[in-house]
């Protein structure tokens, strides 16, 4: 095997979203509403990995609207590509 091949990954605030974000893949993470500090309380993007984008609740416990904004940026995104 010569590497993963993955042109995006999803994913919650784990290991695999820093391994990537250090590798500079293309990532999406979902934060909940009070994210750990070093993602800081707003914005969609990080310092720590230019590659990252970060979506987060805009109230405690609310999946379903970060789950709906991934969908439409996927949606948006596989339009403008095929």
Known sequence: MSGVCLDLIITVDTSIAHLAGAMGKKVWMLLPYSPDPRWLAQGSTTAWYPTMRLFRQSKPGDWQ??????????????????
């Open 65 to 82: 609207s970060v789950i709906q904004q991934v969908k439409t940026t996927l949606e948006n995104l596989t339009k403008n590509k095929f």
